[in-house]
Nanobody, 123 residues
Framework: QVQLVESGGGLVQAGDSLRLSCVAS????????MGWFRQAPGKGREFVAA????????DYVDSVKGRFTISRDDAKNTVYLQMNSLKPEDTAVYYCAAAQQYSSLRSVVVDYWGQGTQVTVSS
């Protein structure tokens, strides 16, 4: 079992930045690929970013490329999502997730979910 706890969400203005953190406990963190997802009101959960073993591979949805950066610190059992140049359409609940298969993250197939943190971007 892996427990995931996100933090760092909040209310910001368009153009601002936020850094989300997700701390994992339980099984060996470094064994898992990690991802960030988001869900806006009335919409399905969407893949945002993923990082594989040791952070050597990363992937992003096109809408956040060049603005968001995913990273991981295995010594701290933590994965981050640095979000710059935020837009109102980035408003959503952001979820952290762990998966044994890196390739499954883009398909929103994960083994463990966090509880989510709200990000609201005003125009």
């Amino acid at each position: 079992q892996v427990q995931l706890v996100e933090s760092g969400g909040g209310l910001v203005q368009a153009g601002d930045s936020l850094r989300l953190s997700c701390v994992a406990s339980g099984r060996t963190f470094s064994n898992y690929a990690m991802g960030w997802f988001r869900q806006a009101p009335g919409k399905g959960r969407e893949f945002v970013a993923a990082t594989g073993w040791l952070g050597r591979i990363v992937d992003y949805v096109d809408s956040v490329k060049g603005r968001f950066t995913i990273s991981r610190d295995d010594a701290k059992n933590t994965v981050y999502l640095q979000m710059n140049s935020l837009k109102p359409e980035d408003t959503a609940v952001y979820y952290c997730a762990a998966a044994q298969q890196y390739s499954s993250l883009r398909s929103v197939v994960v083994d463990y979910w966090g509880q989510g943190t709200q990000v609201t971007v005003s125009s």
